[in-house]
């Protein structure tokens, strides 16, 4: 029989956030720290494959996708510092490609205006309805079309195995 056992951590927010889980657990009529630990555990659920050592190269490109610009925008990550997140342990015709790390840095980056790099957003791409696609957005669909999709967030397998 596994264990549900619960560990106690420290945790600095901003104040704003604070304010903000308070709100949510008052209109949810929940505990602050059920709000933070279902927020914990949708973002383990949707990084879980992060957590498979064998997961290497261009197979991480599609989980960091689907983390979003929020995560990339969050932690900040340069080029160099995602082809070690990527790269390494990768077998070299499994690798992504310099001009491909850099177009995912720039995903975390904001919003910026972003310059073409190595064949990536020209700025002649349109959408169905005849208007250019925002460049975040031309990056991203350029990145899932070379590398493809990860598994849906929630899908049988995909959820980390602890409470």
Known sequence: MREARKKAVSLRVFAGDARR???LSERL???????IRFAIKMMLTRLSPLCDPELRGKQ?????????????????????ELAEIINEGAPENDRVEPGDLELLARLGGGPQEFAPVGGGYNGHHRNG????????????????????QADSPGAPGSAPDEP
């Not at 460049?135 to 990145?143: F, G, N, R, T, V």
């Open 21 to 23: 889980i308070k709100r």
């Open 129 to 148: 309805n005849g208007h250019e696609p925002p460049p975040a957005q031309a990056i991203e669909s350029k990145l899932r079309a070379k590398y493809g």
């Open 60 to 80: 991480v490109v599609p989980v960091l996708l689907d983390a979003g610009s929020e995560m990339l925008g969050h932690f900040r990550f340069d080029a160099a």
């Open 29 to 35: 009529g929940v505990r602050e720290s059920e709000v």
